[in-house]
């Protein structure tokens, strides 16, 4: 039998801290699951067993009878490659990390040849958490800014829809809006909450380019994932980022905190310095 967790029953305070702190374990796990994916371009091809049907011949006599052949089907395995294995021992799993040593830590794992990005990944208390930050430095990722205009509005006619973030005067949003049902699901719908309805839209497009980012939780989970640069730039540029980042969402509201680059294993935070 798996272990019994004791629950006290009345106190519908201490119920509900022990529910939340469940469920804070419970995305822990999820995360350092999630974050952990990755392929090692390096590793062989013959270390990954594919999926395969395997059929399981039965005697003639039963064969005669059912004139049907079963088949089993084998799930696919995945073996770490050897450099995965060798950054992972790299980690101490029971050790908090500051960002400046999990950072100098992830330069040390030599995974791959091309550029990584370094990625922030934290378990918060809600869903529906959003809102901006400017980085003091750019992430490396290239954001395509437009503001809305007869050429824009011409090309999503078209289906096409050749920006990242889009910005308009509050006189053109009555155009924009037979567009809503296919920007909003995709969140490139201008809104005056976001800060992408202006009636000085070039302004606003000259802080996305600077760096600005907009985020939020997953729709079902209180997760939040942020690229905050690669792993070719200056640490302490890195650093800067986590730490604006970090304090954008709000310790309060994090309750565990990873980071780790494209295909290294994560590395757990410490939120409390």
Not at 69 to 84: D, L, M, Q, R, S
Not at 165 to 192: D, R
Not at 204 to 233: C, D, N, Y
């Amino acid at each position: 039998m798996g272990k019994v967790k004791p629950r006290l029953i009345g106190d519908t305070d201490i119920e509900e801290k022990q529910k939340k702190e469940q469920k804070a374990k419970s995305m822990e796990k999820k995360m350092m699951k999630s974050a952990s994916v990755g392929v090692d371009h390096d590793r062989p091809v013959s270390d990954v067993e594919p999926v395969v049907e395997k059929v399981e011949k039965k005697p003639a006599s039963a064969k005669a009878t059912t004139g049907k052949e079963k088949k089993v089907k084998v799930k696919a395995t995945v073996t770490k490659g050897k450099k995965y294995q060798e950054a992972k021992k790299m980690v101490d799993s029971n050790k908090l990390y500051s960002f400046k040593e999990a950072i100098a830590l992830l330069k040390m794992m030599k995974l791959v040849k091309f550029d990584q990005s370094v990625e922030l990944h934290f378990v918060v208390d809600e869903t529906g958490l959003k809102g901006e930050v400017e980085l003091p430095f750019s992430t490396g990722k290239i954001v395509r800014v437009k503001i809305a205009d007869d050429t824009v509005l011409s090309d999503l006619e078209k289906g096409k829809i050749e920006f990242d973030v889009l910005v308009t005067h509050p006189s053109f949003m009555p155009k924009l809006a037979k567009f809503a049902k296919v920007l909003g699901p995709k969140g490139l719908m201008p809104n005056p909450k976001a800060g992408t309805v202006s009636t000085k839209p070039e302004d606003v497009v000259k802080r996305f380019e600077k760096g600005m980012l907009r985020w939020k939780t997953e729709a079902k989970f209180p997760l939040v994932h942020q690229m905050i640069g690669k792993i070719s730039f200056e640490e302490k540029n890195l650093v800067a980022n986590a730490e604006k980042f970090l304090d954008a969402v709000g310790k309060a509201h994090i309750q565990s905190a990873f980071i780790k680059t494209t295909m290294s294993p994560s590395v757990k935070i410490e939120l409390n310095k």
